[in-house]
């Protein structure tokens, strides 16, 4: 007789992330080969870290706010956790109180207090967006929550997991020149506007163009050539089919639910690619 198989539930990560894939991880999971190591060099909110199971990891992003959060929580865990409790007091869910701390997250040079303030900006703030300004000033507005939740438990769970991980600040290029023969890479970077009237997904300073997207599949190609298998997620278009599969990825679509934006329209299925090179 078969045995029905229970799936442990997806490890859920403790920040809100544009673009996070928590709802995709079985499919990326399930794309990914077996290797010694896996390397993110798009981490955000580091949901495929949390749902894989490799011997190694290293992990990076260019967002130096969100690296920072993360190193200080491997470091000195328990005293981010304890600074960033009192910032999920219901009273702190005002926007007299947001815009203040907004500003003191944007001038103070202590590190500890810089984590936690990230933290409660990422959980109070519209969307979870990390949006800056061009002095690089955090900017986004408030979000509309009735009691943001302070994810004590999925900071713990990130903080064990962690313990085995390589967290560095870095561009995706020097990442991926980092990358081993039987390393295995899982790329997410910022989406590709699904049209050319879509406005722009800045995930941070400086963006990510139609270029970047082209040297990133360049490099997976040559990755690939050394026997290193790069799984790269983006949107289902006309433009990344013809960028992956040129330069010979293997492509599996598949649609997504998407709740992230506020545009009815927007939260219709979109299409989701993923392109697997070697
Ligand atoms: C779609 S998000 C990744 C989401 C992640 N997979 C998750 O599950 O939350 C894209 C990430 O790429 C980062 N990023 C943008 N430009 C980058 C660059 N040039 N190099 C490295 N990371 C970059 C952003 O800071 C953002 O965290």
């Known amino acids: ?117 990230f933290l409660y900006l990422n959980r109070h703030c519209y969307n979870g967006l990390c949006r800056y300004n061009g002095r690089g000033e955090f900017n986004t507005p408030i979000g509309r929550y009735a009691r943001p939740y302070f994810p004590e438990q999925e900071m713990r769970g990130f903080m064990a997991k962690a313990r085995h991980a390589r967290i560095v600040h870095a561009a995706f290029a020097d990442t991926l020149a980092q990358a081993r023969h039987d390393d295995v890479v899982y790329c997410d970077p910022p989406y590709t506007p699904l049209s050319r009237t879509a406005h722009f997904t800045d995930y941070h300073t400086g963006g990510f163009g139609w270029t970047d997207q082209e040297q990133l599949a360049r490099l997976a190609q040559e990755l690939a050539a050394r026997g290193v298998q790069v799984v790269i997620s983006n949107h289902d278009t006309v433009a990344t089919r013809v960028l992956y599969s040129a330069l010979g990825a293997r492509l599996e679509s598949f649609t997504v639910r998407r709740t992230i934006s506020c545009d009815a329209k927007r939260r219709n299925p979109v299409g989701e690619l993923l392109a697997v090179f070697g």
């Open 1 to 117: 007789m078969m045995q029905d198989r229970v799936l442990p539930q997806p490890v859920r990560p403790f920040l809100k992330w544009p673009g996070g894939k928590f709802r995709l991880v079985e499919r990326i999971r399930s794309a990914l080969r077996p290797g010694r190591r896996l390397i993110e060099p798009f981490l955000g909110s580091a949901a495929v870290f949390l749902n894989t199971d490799y011997d190694q990891y290293l992990l990076a992003d260019s967002n130096g706010d969100l690296i920072d959060l993360y190193q200080r929580l491997v470091d000195d865990g328990e005293a981010i956790i304890e600074a960033s409790r009192g910032l999920f007091q219901p009273q702190m869910n005002q926007a007299r109180r947001f815009y203040a701390l907004r500003e003191e997250f944007n001038r103070t040079r202590h590190s500890r207090r810089r984590a936690a303030l």
